[in-house]
């Protein structure tokens, strides 16, 4: 990050939209607010760039010029910066500037939401393994399977790249050849879940992201994008224990 002229405290706390100054003053007297793993004190100044501020544990991302955008990703769009087969990318649905990158990704065929940002903590938190921030998502598959093959789901089933396991399942309907099913899986590897039905013989139709953590919004349409709020941030670093 890059460091600032120091700042008062509660003047850092309201730029980041926790709180109003006194608000925020009141947070800090209340002993609720660390600065660098330290209790904070009112007056105190910090660099927005470079010091951590949290309240009651959480991350309060404050360094200058942090966007956190949501967008449900279409089908047929790339999930990166850019694409060599000048194909439309994540970065098209989006505002130009500030640069953001995607958090993860969904592969071609597969929709739903999605987070673009220029804060490399969340991102890290959010796509590194060993923090187990949850994705849900809403899966389509040929076929109806049974009590059997959900429960493999979640024993694990054996890929080329190790073993894939989601961390719940369940059938939410079934017409015909056809069932919908819900998944809940800790890690994002390439097409896993495609790859997961797969290998238990069944073709996946249709696949959406429905959740990020504790972050839904069923409102947002295809190829539409939002800010996060920043209640709505504090909720993904909570969910990642940063």
């Known amino acids: 990050m890059v460091s600032e002229e120091p700042q008062r405290l509660q003047k850092v706390m309201a730029r980041a939209g926790l709180a109003s100054r006194r608000a925020s003053e009141v947070l800090i007297t209340e002993g609720r607010v660390t600065v660098n793993g330290q209790p ?32 449900n990703k279409p089908r047929g769009v790339v999930s990166t910066a850019s694409d060599p087969e000048g194909r439309r990318t994540v970065l098209d649905l989006v505002p130009v500037e500030p640069r953001v990158f995607p958090v993860g990704r969904l592969d071609l065929d597969s929709a739903g939401l999605l987070i673009l940002t220029n804060d490399g903590t969340l991102t890290h938190a959010l796509t590194h393994p060993s923090f187990e921030v949850t ?3 809403r899966v389509l598959v040929a076929g109806v399977p049974g009590p059997d093959v959900l429960r493999q789901l979640t024993d694990g089933v054996e890929l080329d790249d190790g073993l894939a396991r989601a961390r719940e399942v369940r059938l939410i309907d079934s017409r015909g050849d ?16 495609r790859r997961m039905f797969e290998s238990l013989g069944f073709d996946v139709r249709e696949l959406f992201r429905t959740a990020i953590g504790p972050l839904r919004d069923a409102r947002l349409r295809s190829g539409e994008w939002r800010s996060l709020t920043l209640e709505e941030i504090r909720s993904l670093y909570e969910a990642a224990g940063v």
């Open 178 to 193: 056809t069932a919908m099913l819900e998944l809940v899986l800790a890690e994002g590897r390439n097409r896993e879940i």
């Open 135 to 137: 994705k849900t998502y």
């Open 40 to 71: 904070a004190r009112l007056g105190m100044r910090v660099d927005p760039g470079a010091d951590e501020v949290r309240v009651d544990g959480v991350v309060v991302p404050t360094a200058p010029g942090l966007v956190h955008y949501l967008i």
